[in-house]
């Protein structure tokens, strides 16, 4: 398996600008999560979805930010418009399938998307 | 607010010698799990435990968890070069599939 896979791994922008960060999770999972990591505020969970539906989005800092997961194997984070203290680093992470008779609850982490909003 | 707190902050070891970091938690939990981060890099699960169980083993790892003081040790033994890394406890905090990251320890090993 390919692992989760984010894209862009970098991405600088300006001020004002839309931003869309994509991530395709491990096939079979059906939780899928949206980080922010900064070295202030450490791991930041924002959002996560549950068989495509977002469960708990109570983390989202505020209406500039926005994700969906239009299917299985997509999900976009859209922050729009960016601004100088969005810079960090987002994960997206999967987790799902059974471990014996244990729903593992392990996340998988994607490499990240360095964002710098200038 | 923070689900697992790690201690200490920062560790530094010689190469061989064993690592020993801390988690404290707050509220109920199903399980607690820990994870690695090298620098740059996105965060690896290592191991989980139940929150039914009291000690596990992965290779060189030996994760305790004591559910009556809301606190887990991860013990990595035997430590080389490679095992710099920060790392991270997670709870679930009895909430399904969402984890809730501690502020990590960052172990430096020394050759």
Same mark, same amino acid.
């Given at each position: 398996?390919?692992g989760?896979i ?6 600088v922008?300006? !001020? ?23 070295? !202030? ?18 983390? !989202? ?7 969906? !997961?239009?299917?299985?194997s ?45 | ?20 970091m ?8 199903n399980?607690?799990q820990?994870?690695?981060q090298?620098?740059?890099r ?6 989980l ?14 994760v ?22 920060s ?5 679930d ?6 984890l809730?990251f ?10």
């Open positions: 398996d390919a989760v984010q894209s862009p791994r970098h991405e922008t300006e !001020m004002g600008q839309e931003v869309t960060l994509r991530c395709k999770p491990i096939s079979g999972h059906d939780y899928l999560f949206w980080y922010r990591q900064t070295m !202030m505020r450490g791991l930041e969970l924002l959002i996560y979805f549950n068989n495509n539906v977002p469960i708990d989005d109570s983390g !989202m800092p505020e209406d500039r930010f926005s994700a969906k !997961m239009p299917n299985a997509f999900s976009t984070l859209k922050i729009q418009p960016s601004e100088p203290r969005d810079s960090a680093v987002y994960f997206c992470a999967s987790s799902g399938g059974r471990d014996s008779a244990h729903f593992n609850w392990a996340q998988y982490f994607g490499p990240g998307t360095r964002l710098l909003v200038l | 607010s923070q689900q697992g707190e790690e201690d200490p902050q920062a560790l530094s070891i010689q190469e061989g010698e064993n690592a020993t801390n988690c404290s938690y707050k509220t109920s939990i399980n607690l820990w994870y690695r090298n620098s740059g996105g965060l690896v699960h290592l191991i435990i139940r929150s039914n169980e009291r000690e596990k083993h992965s290779g060189r790892l030996r305790t968890l004591d559910t009556s003081k809301k606190s887990s040790s991860l013990l990595i033994t035997a430590s080389r070069a490679a095992d710099t890394a790392y991270f406890c997670a709870t905090g009895n909430q399904g599939g969402k809730i501690g502020q990590g320890t960052e172990l430096s090993v020394k050759p």
